[in-house]
């Protein structure tokens, strides 16, 4: 922690003074649009490590980065690696996944407004 | 094979520079090339939708063409193409200070014992009784949070030093290693043009990190320059970046060019570098006075600025550059880029025979950027700027 007592993450996050424009109708998609741009970012930031990392690797004669273009997975591993892929596709789209449940529960009838349902349990 | 920026890792290093680590340098590279791709790819987009779409259903409609920026501007709200373009453009910009601040903010304790050494040295007087103007507390210019002035602790230069690493990424290094294209050309063009001229006194007006006065300073290093600004941090900052590069003919004051208590005829050279945009309508005339008072006769009075919005200039081209105004904190921008220069510096008692206008290029280290200076246009934040000024009749 600084002396001058500053927090780093907080105070580079900080807004700048004036009204912010909203170019999107819907100031949410545009949140949403801000918040998948520094993921793209980060994202470049490990991709660019990750490439370091070979290149280094490469450089002391520890691997060669063919050896990671010729990378046959054997079949316990390639199974994991697919795994790990489905399970990752369904972290970052759950919203999606989601929604679909959604509907399909609404239209079912399992799915009611939760006033719907205070007011049935809440019924004396 | 398309251009691309180079690697913020060649960014000029002075003893103040933030120290960077491999994931600073790779977000700023993601940056330079994000910008890249909105000014490549995404402005293109909105003069074809403008082009195709809008101008042609504004003349269905009104039987003319737009007259003027704003009636482009009105008729380009809602456009998904000029959204898409905007929205990825403030992104960036939010994304560019929040880079910076957080590689300064995260090492503020060293940096501020750096700046604290050198600032011991001769060449920095502040004074805690200048109030920031109107112009620059209004709103934070080009959206860095704080402005140029903001202290968040005692002796703060963080507003100049997250100010001073970012500008590579923001120009795709098209102001060259030191941020200094502006000061390199200025300085290359008085060798070139004028050789015979040596100022004895350089004022630079404006100077922020004083990173287009340094160069100025280097060529003549027999003047004794001094730079004045409104805000300390961003001096602070400069005078120790200065020091830490071995100029030493440089006195940062924090002072308000609107007022300078410096004796009539005091100056050989006053300069000014992408300055007056970040001013005000009753601001700049009172500057431009004080220049016109403090200049010797026989001297010379140079300012580099974005391109003015000509006549004949086409409306759109002129509302794709006034983006900034509306969008990127920068006010004064779209009014005093329509001004007359030559009226501006006449209103200042300059004489038309004084006055003269031409077009100038960033000056950058061509082994490093082969390709600098010759980039697409960026709407105001290319390196090619309007040079103005007069040179004073000799009593």
Known sequence: MSATGIDPTLAAAAKAKGKRPWFYEDPDVERVFNIAMALAMELAVTRQRLDALERLLEERGLLAQADIERFRPAPEAETARQLWNRDYIARVLRVLIQTAQGRSAEAEGVDQAMEAVMDELTRM | ?395
């Open chain 2, 1 to 395: 094979m398309s251009q691309v920026p180079p690697s913020w890792q060649h960014v000029g290093r002075h003893e103040l520079f933030p120290e960077a680590g491999h994931d600073d340098v790779a977000r700023f590279d993601f940056l330079a090339n994000l910008n890249g791709f909105v000014s490549g790819t995404l402005a293109p987009k909105v003069r074809s939708a403008y082009e195709q779409e809008v101008k042609p259903a504004f003349e269905q409609e009104q039987g003319r063409a737009p007259r003027d920026r704003h009636e482009v501007r009105k008729a380009m709200t809602g456009n998904t193409s000029y959204q898409i373009w905007s929205a990825a453009r403030r992104c960036s910009m939010e994304m560019r200070q929040q880079t910076g601040r957080r590689l300064v903010l995260g090492q503020i304790d060293a940096l501020l014992d750096k700046a604290a050494k050198r600032n011991a040295e001769p060449g920095l007087k502040l004074d805690p009784h200048i109030q920031q103007p109107r112009y620059a507390a209004a709103v934070d210019i080009h959206c860095m949070p704080g402005g140029y002035h903001s202290e968040l602790t005692a002796n703060d230069i963080s507003a100049g030093a997250n100010y001073d690493c970012g500008i590579f990424a923001t120009t795709g290094g098209m102001l060259g290693r030191y941020n200094d294209g502006g000061g390199q050309a200025l300085a290359r063009w008085l060798q070139r043009e004028h050789a015979d001229f040596k100022p004895k006194r350089i004022l630079d007006i404006g100077c922020t990190v004083g990173h287009n006065i340094v160069p100025l300073a280097q060529a003549f290093p027999e003047a004794e320059v001094i730079a004045v600004d409104t805000a300390a941090p961003v001096l602070r900052y400069g005078h120790a970046r200065a020091r830490s590069m071995g100029v030493d003919n440089i006195t940062f004051r924090q002072a308000s060019g609107e007022q300078l208590d410096y004796p009539d005829g005091h100056f050989d050279l006053i300069t000014t570098s992408m300055f007056w945009h970040e001013t005000s309508a009753k601001a700049l005339p009172r500057i431009m006075n004080e220049i016109h008072r403090l200049l010797a006769p026989g001297g010379l009075t140079v300012h580099l600025e974005q391109p003015q919005y000509h006549e004949g200039m086409d409306p759109f081209e002129q509302f794709m550059r006034d983006w900034d105004a509306f969008n990127n904190n920068e006010p004064f921008w779209s009014v005093m880029h329509s001004y007359h220069l030559g009226d501006m510096m006449r209103a200042a008692g300059f004489s038309d025979d004084e006055y003269f206008e031409t077009g100038i290029r960033a000056w950058v280290d061509a082994d490093i950027f082969p390709e600098a200076g010759k980039g697409e246009e960026d709407y105001g934040r290319s390196a090619q700027w309007t040079a103005f000024g007069a040179w004073k009749e000799a009593a």
